[in-house]
């Protein structure tokens, strides 16, 4: 049984929808932001060193990583689902999607969030932060355009992987509606929408 250590409002509800794409079996064990800091409890320490989320447990392995989950899950069970072939155009495109949503994506919105916090000492850096999210946010929509999805004719682990990108912009999506359609079609899967009733608060869902 594969068990997902599950921390409320954060990445880990994207294990929980792929979960339920490949239509896997599945424990959850669940952990709480403390409600000032916003931080992950200190038990996740005792799963993984690191005390982050996700992390899921199976066949005696310890991972962490959305991307490197997104990619044993679907390597290990998805029996070709979700995944282009190998080796092939489509194939190399998504892996690099698994990539890039944690390797560049996130950090400009991450700097947004926490710049924000800082008020007035933090505007010097609010144009340079403002300019890498245009740049990131239309990336991903010209990547989208005249698509549903972003590899091939339907969806893959690279939506699912991107998926957390998409939506942590929701206060910028009006300007993307490549994007904004692109999130909005995905949060309406059946899967999707099981994955919200079993992981709990998700205030990023629509």
């Known amino acids: 049984m594969i068990t997902v ?16 794409e490949l239509n896997l079996p599945y424990e959850i064990r669940h952990y ?4 000032k800091t916003r931080l ?4 996740l320490k005792a799963v993984h060193p690191l005390g982050k989320s996700p992390v899921i447990e199976d066949q005696g392995r310890t ?20 995944q282009p072939v190998q080796p092939s155009h489509d194939f190399e495109l998504y892996n ?22 800082l008020g007035d000492a933090g505007a010097p850096l609010a144009p340079r932060i403002d300019s890498e999210l245009a740049n990131h946010l239309g990336y991903i ?13 339907g969806l893959t682990g690279a939506d ?8 942590a912009a929701r206060g910028l999506r009006a300007s993307y509606p490549n994007m904004d359609a692109w999130v909005h079609r995905f ?20």
Do not use: C
């Open 5 to 20: 250590h599950h921390l409320n409002e954060s990445r880990s509800q994207r294990i929980l929808w792929l979960l339920e």
């Open 32 to 35: 709480t932001r403390d409600a």
């Open 40 to 43: 992950a409890p200190p038990q």
């Open 63 to 82: 991972l962490i990583e959305s991307g490197a989950i997104v990619d044993y899950l679907i390597r290990h069970y998805g029996q070709g689902r979700l």
């Open 96 to 117: 690099q999607w698994l990539h890039y949503a944690e390797g560049s994506a996130m950090l400009p919105l991450l700097l947004k969030m926490y710049v924000s916090r």
């Open 141 to 153: 929509e010209h990547a989208l355009q005249g698509r549903d999805w972003l590899v091939g004719d």
């Open 160 to 167: 699912i992987q991107m998926s957390f990108v998409g939506e």
């Open 187 to 206: 949060q309406q899967r059946p899967a999707y929408r099981r994955a919200l009733e079993r992981g709990g608060l998700y205030s990023f869902a629509a």
